[in-house]
């Protein structure tokens, strides 16, 4: 029984998924034009703050916690208009 033995290069190929990639627009207020400030509001937070105290007395922040139960909303800076749609 005779074995053929190939001596010639093999190459493997590796296929990649194509993965989808996101882009963000910048967030624009439609009411104003304002595309720079902007700040939300969060309903119904307990902040938790973890501390410890020195042997001088003070206390030091070790970890922090949020809790959010309420809805989040977003709005524009200039016009304070409600922009919660946009940011979603």
Sequence with gaps: M?????TGKVHKIRVKKAFPYLT???ILCPYCGNE????EVIENATF???YIQTEEGKLEPVEEEAEVVGPVKFYCGV???DL???KK
């Design 24 to 26: 963000k627009e910048k």
């Design 79 to 81: 016009c304070h208009a």
């Design 2 to 6: 005779e074995k053929s033995i190939y």
């Design 84 to 86: 919660t749609y946009l």
């Design 36 to 39: 720079e400030e902007f700040y």
């Design 48 to 50: 938790y703050v973890h």
